[in-house]
């Protein structure tokens, strides 16, 4: 009797071990996929504030991303504080993007270029930044000198100190784009000449102030961005930006093209998405480095299936 009290029970249950590893790994993979999602989130806003009233697609936006991250990542170098380095890199890439109107963008508005040549001139834009970027600081990758091995552990979530700065820097990020195009004059009028910019123009709306506005606000979000992919990616080189702009793309088409809302709604999704696509219960899951495939089927899919976004035609166009 003794010997078979102490016999080990026939039935499933040392086989429940995989099953319960893997949900453990559901928690870990949404916070994963919230910390990237926000980049894409707050990237995508950039580029759909920019098509949405300049009509332009602004191939160049991943290097802008780019420029951020080594911008704050030159002021990191001089021994100074990942704030300071934060208000540098959206500083100076909100810069970039209000200089280059006024060199680039402005003659090509006023010379009233075709889609074709505002295609073609946003492509060789990319690559000059890109090149000019290799050629500053080379083909080798960077880091933040940030500890990314240490990890704060939440409950069942690990999370490491560049995804908690970049958590909070995102939903500050968030919050104040939220004021802005819901709270103020500049916000009101840019959402007023997206809508019908000749209306706009005739009630006063002053056009210049806005295309410049529009450019700040997109220039200041891509450098923020660009510093956060490069915090939570760990080590990056100048090719991130350029990697990065089709999720980014695929965020904008998800959300509602031109959408500044639906660009917000459309980064955290597909953030989620990419991360869950790895999730072991889905038949192993996919290898990490395909993630961002997942970003171009998803769009793919929307195009086919819904092309007017997740908030649809009803939605304004910001």
Request: proline share 4%; aromatic share 6%.
């Amino acid at each position: 009797m003794a010997g078979m009290c102490a016999a080990r029970p026939p039935g499933p249950g040392p086989r429940l071990a995989p099953a319960a590893s893997q949900m453990s790994e559901l928690p870990q993979l949404i916070v994963d996929g919230l910390v990237s999602g926000a980049v894409l989130a707050i990237a995508a806003v950039g580029v759909s504030l920019v098509y949405g009233i300049l009509h332009l697609v602004n191939f160049a936006h991943g290097d802008y991303l780019t420029f951020g991250a080594y911008a704050g990542l030159g002021v990191t170098a001089l021994g100074l504080s990942m704030v300071v380095a934060t208000v540098v890199a959206v500083a100076a890439t909100a810069a970039l993007a209000v200089g280059l109107q006024l060199v680039l963008w402005g003659p090509v508005r006023r010379r009233r270029a075709g889609l074709l040549s505002s295609f073609i001139t946003a492509i060789g834009l990319a690559l000059v930044l890109r090149h000019a970027i290799f050629l500053v600081v080379g083909a080798g990758s960077r880091a933040y000198p940030v500890d990314q091995f240490s990890v704060e552990r939440l409950g069942p979530v690990r999370v490491s100190i560049s995804q908690l700065i970049a958590i909070s820097l995102s939903i500050v990020a968030i919050a104040v784009i939220g004021v802005l195009l819901a709270r103020t004059s500049i916000g009101r009028s840019m959402r007023a000449f997206a809508d019908n910019p000749e209306l706009a123009a005739v009630a006063g709306v002053d056009v210049g102030r806005i295309v410049l506005a529009t450019w700040l606000v997109a220039g200041a979000l891509a450098g923020l961005a660009g510093e956060l992919q490069g915090l939570i990616q760990g080590a990056f080189d100048p090719n991130m930006g350029w990697n990065l702009l089709l999720p980014i793309f695929a965020a904008v088409v998800l959300g509602t093209i031109g959408n500044a809302y639906g660009a917000l709604l459309g980064g955290f999704v597909l953030g989620l998405v990419m991360e869950l696509s790895t999730w072991s219960v889905l038949g192993g899951g996919i290898p990490a480095s395909y993630k961002y495939v997942v970003a171009f089927l998803a769009l793919i899919l929307m195009l086919l299936v819904r092309p007017q976004g997740l908030l649809g035609r009803r939605a304004r166009a910001l």
